[in-house]
């Protein structure tokens, strides 16, 4: 009888610390539950805010896609201007590069829309389908930078034009040019011109401004060579290379940009011609076209700012996109259609202003 009792207060033992074991671990692991949980929802709405945050930052300076006709040194220079802008800023940028097809910009145009870009910044390929990118563009606002789409296509702080004046560029190489050849006492020249792509505003502009601004100066020009070189640095020095194979006598050498004058001077030593001998003139002053008039072979060529551009073009749609004017950018119009950056003549007397 005293064995037995001896068994079940045994037993009765293991059973009560048996219980107690189990109610010691089943304690632990709710803790351990609910601290795993704690720590799984803390994780969670702590990436929530800053996902929150990210979104904020976005939306408040906009999203907006930069579609460009191509990349040559200018307008690289411009993409690169404008993208720290938009850094500094809180501007979400987004650039795509058309390769001078009117199909790949469209496209870019309608990226824009279907992924609900905030507006556009168009470098047009080509200025004669204006109207169709502001029609692709649905009720997106569009800001045209470097090439206008002209007038009869902005509206006041929706379709706006950021650039310079391209009657002024030529005007100024028009002036150089008189002033050089009258102080040689000449009135009459011969001259080759090379052209920028056809049909677009600036080469219209650029071409019909030197032209005109000569003829008002008293200079009787013989265009012994005029053709396009397309902007393109490698086919003006095949071009003039050409030219000079047909033994025609030339005074000056204009070109509607730096890069065709740079190939220009390319040809010309590689022909055993010196170009310190015929100014030759371009357009934009490109860093390149600097470091050639500091050293004498271009003569003359006209500022044209890329960075400024590239710049205000962000600054203008940033504005829009905020509800507000463009009046408030310097160098807008009137009638809030136009950002004018001003071009400024460069020779060897100022070059070093503008070299980086």
């Given at each position: 009888?005293?064995?037995?009792?001896?068994?079940f207060?045994l037993?009765?033992?293991l059973i009560m610390?048996?219980t107690?074991?189990?109610?010691?671990g089943?304690k632990?692991?709710?803790?351990t539950?609910?601290d795993?949980?704690?720590?799984?929802?803390?994780?969670?709405t702590?990436q929530t805010?800053e996902?929150?945050a990210t979104g904020?930052?976005?939306?408040?300076?906009g999203?907006?896609l930069?579609?460009?006709s191509?990349?040559?040194?200018?307008?690289?220079?411009m993409?690169?201007?404008?993208?720290?802008?938009?850094?500094e800023?809180?501007?979400?940028?987004v650039v795509m590069d058309?390769e001078?097809?009117?199909?790949?910009?469209l496209?870019?145009i309608?990226?824009?829309?279907?992924?609900?870009?905030?507006?556009i910044?168009?470098?047009?390929?080509?200025?004669?389908?204006?109207?169709?990118?502001?029609?692709s563009?649905g009720?997106?606002?569009?800001?045209?930078?470097?090439r206008s789409p002209?007038?009869?296509n902005l509206k006041?702080?929706?379709?706006v034009?950021?650039g310079s004046?391209?009657?002024?560029?030529?005007k100024?190489?028009?002036e150089?040019?008189?002033?050089?050849?009258?102080?040689?006492?000449?009135?009459e020249i011969?001259?080759v011109?090379?052209?920028?792509?056809?049909g677009?505003e600036?080469?219209?502009?650029?071409?019909d401004?030197v032209?005109k601004?000569?003829?008002?100066?008293?200079?009787?020009?013989?265009?012994?060579?005029?053709?396009t070189?397309?902007w393109?640095?490698?086919?003006?020095?095949?071009m003039?290379?050409?030219?000079l194979g047909?033994?025609?006598q030339?005074?000056?050498?204009i070109?509607?940009?730096?890069e065709m004058?740079?190939g220009v001077?390319e040809?010309?030593e590689?022909?055993?011609?010196?170009p310190t001998?015929?100014?030759?003139?371009?357009i934009?002053?490109?860093?390149?076209g600097?470091?050639?008039?500091?050293?004498?072979?271009?003569?003359?060529?006209?500022?044209?700012?890329?960075?400024?551009?590239?710049?205000?073009?962000?600054k203008?749609?940033?504005?829009?996109?905020g509800g507000?004017?463009?009046s408030?950018?310097?160098?807008?119009n009137?009638?809030?259609?136009?950002v004018?950056?001003?071009?400024?003549?460069?020779?060897?007397?100022?070059?070093?202003?503008?070299?980086?």
């Open positions: 009888m005293k064995n037995i009792k001896k068994f207060v037993g009765l033992s610390v048996s107690f074991a189990f109610g010691c089943q632990d692991n709710t803790d539950k609910e795993t949980k704690k720590e799984e929802t803390t994780d969670d702590t805010k996902d929150d904020d930052k976005a939306k408040a300076g999203k907006i930069f579609t460009m191509s990349r040559d040194q200018f307008l690289t220079s993409e690169t201007a404008a993208t720290k802008y938009a850094d800023n809180g501007v979400e940028l058309s001078d097809d009117i199909t790949k910009q496209s870019h309608q990226t824009a829309v279907t992924d609900d870009y905030d507006a910044i168009c470098n047009l390929v080509n200025t004669d389908n204006s109207a169709e990118i502001i029609s563009a009720d997106l606002p569009v800001v045209f930078v470097n002209g007038e009869a006041a702080d929706k379709y034009y950021v004046n391209e009657s002024d560029s030529g100024f190489q028009a150089y040019l008189a002033k050089y050849f009258k102080d040689q006492g000449k009135t011969n001259a011109l090379l052209q920028g792509v056809l677009l600036n080469v219209i502009k650029r071409t401004s032209k601004g000569l003829e008002e100066a008293g200079i009787k020009v013989n265009y012994v060579f005029e053709d070189a397309k393109d640095r490698a086919t003006a020095q095949e003039f290379i050409q030219f047909t033994g025609k030339y005074d000056a050498v070109c509607n940009n730096d004058a740079l001077i040809a010309m590689m022909q055993g011609v010196d001998k015929v100014p030759v003139v371009g934009d002053a490109t860093a390149v600097c470091e050639a008039i500091q050293a004498g072979k271009m003569a003359f060529s006209v500022y044209q700012s890329a960075a400024g551009q590239g710049e205000g073009a962000v203008a749609a940033q504005a829009i996109v507000e004017s463009i408030t950018i310097e160098g807008a009137d009638d809030k259609t136009i004018w950056i001003p071009f400024e003549p460069v020779d060897k007397s100022n070059v070093e202003k503008y070299m980086k």
